[in-house]
């Protein structure tokens, strides 16, 4: 409902800013990506622990940092939000890029959060790194009863020099 209520403000926003609210060229395109990334708010929520690391996962081999975004907790979305805009809704990089992703590790933690441990290979067109990398991602169920939906509060990467890292993850050195 809340969401809801984001999208109804922002399309009433977006009306009053043009002169013709039914034409589709007089919109801001600043309106236009807003309303776009709340739909795949709604759209793309998570019913189980996992896929929300799944979902986030494809978005990585996708580039889509709007998918990327949207499996986020509203505390790291507030906190990513303006680096996802800096790059255009695109994250990564031509090469290397992520593949074989693997889950091998679940963790049930306090509070009913879960903690996956991936691990993924780096590859080019004619190359593959021998040492996999690895990310923990936590996630928590919205504690909202109105949605319900899990998201990740916490994406904790060990740093691999060749590896593009998308705006909500923290970036470790052993």
């Not at 060229?25 to 990334?37: F, G, H, L, N, R």
């Not at 975004?69 to 090469?95: C, R, V």
Request: proline share 3%; aromatic share 12%; with cysteine.
């Amino acid at each position: 409902m809340f969401r809801f209520s984001i999208v109804l403000l922002l399309l009433y926003s977006c009306w009053l800013s043009g002169s013709n609210a039914y034409a589709e060229s007089e919109i801001p395109q600043k309106c236009k990506q807003a309303t776009m990334v709340d739909s795949f708010l709604s759209g793309l929520q998570a019913e189980v622990p996992k896929q929300a690391v799944e979902l986030w996962i494809l978005g990585v081999k996708n580039r889509s940092g709007a998918v990327q975004f949207a499996t986020l907790s509203p505390t790291l979305q507030k906190k990513t939000k303006d680096q996802f805009e800096k790059k255009g809704w695109g994250t990564g990089q031509s090469s290397p890029w992520v593949d074989n992703v693997c889950f091998v590790k679940e963790e049930k933690m306090d509070n009913g959060k879960v903690r996956y441990t991936i691990e993924y290979d780096l590859i080019t067109s004619n190359w593959k790194w021998n040492k996999k990398g690895q990310k923990m991602i936590t996630v928590e169920k919205n504690p909202n009863q109105l949605f319900g939906h899990w998201y990740i509060t916490e994406i904790t990467t060990l740093y691999n020099e060749w590896e593009a890292f998308t705006p909500a993850e923290t970036v470790i050195q052993r």
